[in-house]
């Protein structure tokens, strides 16, 4: 039997080896292919081709590092979202897929709100994060004046990075959530917020847990301590007819609901379940 180190045969070692150790099998597929920077199609029709000793062994070492819990994500520097390649890093959280339904639910609350005279719009992403959600927003509106605020500098840098890799005009404000824009009387049409919301006593798997911020993650005792903050703070910072829009736990869409609701007591709220029929996101029309 041949020895020749072959696509085929690094793919069916990762499989075997991930396997045994509790992760993905997929993830050596999705290493390799950033590693040989090829097309899943290209991939597979490939499987023949031979590796060179160096590009064994740099699969062997991503392999081995996701593991023993290493994100696919951080080992490959980027990750997709709405169609577009992401920078991403220990100091952000990665994208996540249901979080490009929230994306969905703004632009189409956006429409029915305001139909199409976006110009003067100001949208506002607080936490931003990578700058998933502010980027691809002004990258689907590009009409839209969009600002990101965060409080981690590490953070801001890159969601800026991203900003410039795809092009998109974004202000960036450091800052405690909404403090940015009530220190400058800044008036929002749109806020959208993907804001820590796991409980602190819930346990999270390893991957996430030892490798993305925790500052990203944690909402309090209950999650909600950062819904409870945008709850008194946003009639200050809202224009008089807008939108406001946030991810959440599931389960926790009655709980974020009442509190905007003694805030603005006149709004139109609505829990939005995602694709797998879990409450992930609330908005808030007035």
Known sequence: MSNERTIFKALSWASSFLKENGRDTNAGEILLRAQLD????????????????????????????????KPVQHIIGHEEF?????????????????????????????????GSSL?????????????????????????????????????????????????????FLQGDLLQPFI???QKLDVVVSNPPYIPADEV???????????????????????????ARDLPGVLSEVAIAAFEIGDGQGKAVSSLLEVSFPE???????????KERIVTMIR
């Open 119 to 171: 110009q003067d719009l100001k949208v506002a992403d607080i936490g931003t994060g990578s700058g998933a959600i502010a980027v691809t927003l002004k990258l689907e509106r590009p009409e839209l004046s969009v600002f990101a605020s965060d409080l981690s500098k590490k953070a801001l840098a890159t969601a800026k990075r991203n900003a410039e890799r795809l092009n998109a005009e974004i202000e």
């Open 204 to 230: 999270l798997s390893k991957v996430v847990s030892e490798h993305e911020p925790h500052t990203a993650l944690f909402g309090g005792e209950d999650g909600l301590d950062f819904y409870r903050r945008f």
């Open 38 to 69: 090829m097309s899943r199609s290209t991939l597979l029709a490939e499987q023949r081709m031979s590796l060179a000793d160096h590009q064994w062994e740099q699969f062997e070492v991503a392999v081995k590092e996701h593991a023993e819990g």
């Open 82 to 114: 709405y169609g577009r390649e992401f920078l991403v890093n220990e100091d952000v959280l990665i994208p996540r897929p249901e979080t490009e339904e929230l994306i969905e639910a703004v632009l189409q609350k956006i429409e029915a709100k305001f």
């Open 183 to 185: 220190g400058s009387r």
């Open 267 to 277: 709004a139109e709220i609505e829990i939005i379940n995602d694709i797998n029929g």
